[in-house]
């Protein structure tokens, strides 16, 4: 049997749709701070849970990051780079790590299938620990970014919890995501397609 690459049957939604489906005042916010580099929205919430489940380890950990992705389309100019919302996450249960190394096991993907089962929501990325070694992305995480996130959209967030830092990169290259486009951020998206629910 050969192996043969299929494309997804989960798609990002396009930002035009996400734009209409919101309250004016919400579209002028996204607006004003998406800009052409790749945009994270990140709930105060999730973010407060993935470094309350990192702190709990001393070696590495990780989990799968859920929400949804929105790309311009030809809708919009390609002033706007993805924007990738993040309100969920799965943290992996049956891993083998040490401090230098993560293997998350496959049962994490199931898992996130049924958190996303009821609502449109997608994993649009990973996220692991560094601990006390500094956020950043190594040669495998890089090879990992690019075998299984490598979708433009697609996020890798490292955190040192016992440095407090933390790093976010992008799409299979794993291109940097500049910390001023991270935002937290307590705007709520509608749920499910927003073309469906106008």
Not at 55 to 70: H, K, M, P, Q
Request: aromatic share 10%.
């Amino acid at each position: 049997m050969n192996w043969r690459e299929q494309p997804s049957d989960i798609q990002p939604l396009l930002i035009v749709d996400l734009l209409r489906s919101l309250s004016a005042l919400d579209a002028v916010f996204l607006a004003a701070h998406t800009r052409k580099a790749p945009t994270v929205y990140l709930t105060p919430e999730c973010r407060e849970g993935i470094w309350t489940h990192l702190r709990s380890y001393r070696t590495e950990v990780g989990g799968l990051l859920v929400g949804r992705a929105y790309v311009a389309g030809a809708g919009l100019p390609d002033t706007w780079g993805p924007l990738v919302w993040i309100d969920r996450f799965v943290p992996s249960e049956t891993f083998r790590s040490s401090s230098v190394s993560l293997a998350m096991g496959t049962d994490i993907w199931d898992r996130a299938r049924s958190v996303t089962a009821h609502d449109d929501g997608m994993v649009v990325g990973w996220y692991h620990s560094h601990p006390n070694l500094g956020a950043f992305f190594s040669s495998t995480d890089r090879a990992t970014q690019r075998a299984f996130f490598n979708q433009p959209y697609s996020i890798g967030l490292v955190v040192d919890p016992i440095r407090s830092e933390e790093a976010w990169f992008i799409g299979a290259d794993s291109a940097s995501v500049r910390s001023e486009f991270v935002l937290g951020t307590s705007l709520a998206l509608p749920c499910g397609d927003p073309q469906r629910s106008s």
